[in-house]
Structures are given as structure tokens and as C-alpha cells.
């Protein structure tokens, strides 16, 4: 198994940017898949990125071109760079990651606020 650890939540103005840290407790250079979600209040939780091993990501499409993950194997973190961030992004965020022939591991979450 593997415990992640989200930091670099808070609050920020409408345009802002803040930068999402998940530190995992051990190497994380095989596991394939991690990524972000969020959840808002009163909404499920959804997928806002994710990326592979082999550096592939995806986007949910309300933040492509505003967020970018990132993984760092010689720091086992994984990153999620929020610019131009709206109202609309404010959530408690998510690490998540797939592990093989386990259930998905989850970080405690972080909360981001953005006021208007």
C-alpha cells in the first residue's frame, strides 16, 4: 500500500494560482496511474487530472489549459499546478492512486477556496 499526503491548499483570489503537493510514502516510480480529483459541496467527486508513468496525462475539460499535473519519482510527490483559477474550482482536492491488484490509495484531501 501507499499513504498520500495532500499540502498547498487555501484561499485565493479569483485569477490566483496555488500549487497541490502529494507526497506518497514510498516510491512511486511503478505505479502506473495518479492523479487529482475534487469534490465540492453538495457534488460528487470528480477527476480534474491525471497522469502516468510514463508521463501521459489527461484533463477533465473545465481546467485544460489552466492546470497542469506533474509527477516527480525522486520525490514520490505529485503536483497540481492551478493558475487562472474561478469560483467554480473551489473544492477539497484529492491525491489518488492506482495500485495493481489493490484498491485505489486516497490522500486525506486539501481544501482550496476561491473567492470572486
Known amino acids: 500500500q501507499v499513504q498520500l499526503v495532500e499540502s498547498g491548499g487555501g484561499l485565493v483570489q479569483a485569477g490566483g494560482s496555488l500549487r497541490l503537493s502529494c507526497a506518497a510514502s514510498?516510491?512511486?516510480?511503478?505505479?502506473?496511474?495518479m492523479g487529482w480529483y475534487r469534490q465540492a459541496p453538495g457534488k460528487q467527486r470528480e477527476l480534474v487530472a491525471a497522469?502516468?508513468?510514463?508521463?501521459?496525462?489527461n484533463y477533465a475539460d473545465s481546467v485544460k489549459g489552466r492546470f497542469t499535473i506533474s509527477r516527480d519519482n525522486a520525490k514520490n510527490t505529485v503536483y497540481l499546478q492551478m493558475n487562472s483559477l474561478k469560483p467554480e474550482d473551489t473544492a477539497v482536492y484529492y491525491c489518488?492512486?492506482?495500485?495493481?491488484?489493490?484498491?485505489?490509495?486516497w490522500g486525506q484531501g486539501t481544501q482550496v477556496t476561491v473567492s470572486s
Open positions: 514510498r516510491s512511486i516510480s511503478s505505479i502506473n496511474a
Open positions: 497522469i502516468t508513468r510514463g508521463g501521459s496525462t
Open positions: 489518488n492512486a492506482n495500485l495493481p491488484l489493490l484498491p485505489p490509495a
